[in-house]
């Protein structure tokens, strides 16, 4: 069943945060990321391949697998597949994913009584934001909380960095940071922030058992008012001469010691 | 002095890799990389900036630093401007920088005996590249190798991510991996190879004082012949869904654990 150029133009319209808020859909994009959509419990709506998908046993199967995951499979033109897709090296295969709404109590409200989240407050380039969605995928993070004034999770470029991690976490969106770590920390939370001139090195700590790691803007780091709700202020020490680190790998290098509490 | 538009040409021309083989040049855009620059022991061959930089007490300086080190310091429009800088939000500021080899040998006869270097095989991706040669700046690495098939250090995605750690380490490009790595173990060099699949986890290293890194692809990882070039195959617990980890994410969390050695 062929779209309309009207559909074509809706579908286009994903690529914009705008458009993305109105209908509460996402794109996902590319065999590997279309897979993880499909076998997560993130509601596909709709899903589009080009013939070329066909060549190819993995492709085959991927669009098998979409075709009993929704009725809405269709095959579309090179052409059209460009106008909707966002990659420049487009892989033949783009799904419609409903938004997914998590409750920001529930994760507060962790039943295990073990519980490490992770907020972002101000991380904006989508590259860094995936890859850090990514590693607390890898790392087994409970839950991330995404600062009123970060990217947009179902950014494509966001989508494309998280390698999939994105399906297999709880992520709130729009979280005020302020208020929620006071909540926390008053529901036995304690809150690491990361910052440059913190006095504790990351190696050190021994993290509670009810842990949020906040991350900071790329520019000007975790804001001034969230430090002050800090417990610890964590700091990876600098043996060379660079300003800063990348704060993608300043996640990742803090949340490499996550599990020493239980290795050791 | 005004540009003519041939001089804009060619300028333009150093964001292609091959004007930029054939020169020996490359370009360093912002207030701040051009700083480093000036302040680095690379030879700044000529500066454009336009008219609006001149209106902040940082970029006074920054042309009065630049008028110091190069007599060829000219003022262009924005629009030449454009037509020369690669980023997107460009800052009014270019330097035309020469680039500069690092002999190998000097790299591995590293004097005082002790020497840890990073070795990227196949290391594709810009932003990848970028950060994980700011990471070693970050950490104190000695030196990085960068594999035949790794993306060049010039390219300006590359020099802006490092945020300036091109100028702090010296880099090699275009190296045989698989001679150097038994060159190198020959001179006693352990090799430490980070591999999804390896035996041993980061954490519980202690790295030789002669030691060699090595990261690969984003897609494929380290080649099957330099793995079997290792000494060590490094591995990264997983304690979530994630299929794999961003290597430059891989690349700074090994690198924090350099240290420790010394530390403790």
Redesign the interface.
């Given at each position: 069943m062929a779209l309309t150029r009207r559909e074509v133009k809706e579908l286009s319209e994903l690529t914009q945060k705008k458009h993305r808020d109105e209908t509460q859909k996402f794109l996902v994009e590319g065999i590997r990321l279309v897979g993880e959509a499909v076998n997560s419990d993130f509601k596909v709506l709709e899903a589009l391949y080009t013939p070329d998908l066909l060549d190819t046993p993995t492709g085959r199967s991927t669009v098998q697998l979409l075709k009993k995951k929704t009725s809405q499979v269709h095959q579309v033109t090179a052409r059209e597949m460009e106008l909707i897709s966002e990659t420049v090296t487009f892989q033949g295969v783009v799904a419609v994913v409903k938004q997914k709404r998590f409750s920001l109590d529930s994760l507060l409200e962790n039943a295990n009584g073990q519980s490490v989240l992770v907020a972002f407050d101000g991380v904006s380039d989508p590259?860094n934001a995936g890859?850090m969605i990514?590693?607390?995928?890898?790392?087994?993070?409970d839950g991330i909380l995404m600062g009123l004034n970060s990217v947009e999770v179902y950014n494509p470029k966001v989508v494309r960095?998280t390698?999939?991690?994105l399906f297999?976490?709880p992520i709130v969106e729009g979280v005020d940071l302020l208020s929620t770590l006071s909540t926390a920390r008053a529901a036995g939370y304690k809150v690491y922030v990361t910052d440059v001139g913190g006095e504790v090195h990351?190696?050190r700590v021994r993290y509670d058992s009810k842990s949020i790691l906040v991350f900071g803007n790329e520019a000007w780091g975790v804001t001034d008012q969230v430090k002050q709700l800090a417990d610890v202020r964590l700091a990876?020490?600098?043996?060379?001469?660079?300003?800063?680190?990348?704060v993608?790998?300043?996640?990742?290098?803090i949340l490499?010691?996550?599990?020493?509490l239980y290795d050791e």
């Open positions: 590259g890859s990514r590693s607390c995928d890898w790392f087994g993070v960095a390698m999939g991690g297999h976490l990351f190696d990876i020490r600098r043996y060379g001469a660079a300003e800063s680190l990348n993608g790998v300043a996640c990742g290098v490499s010691t996550l599990h020493r």
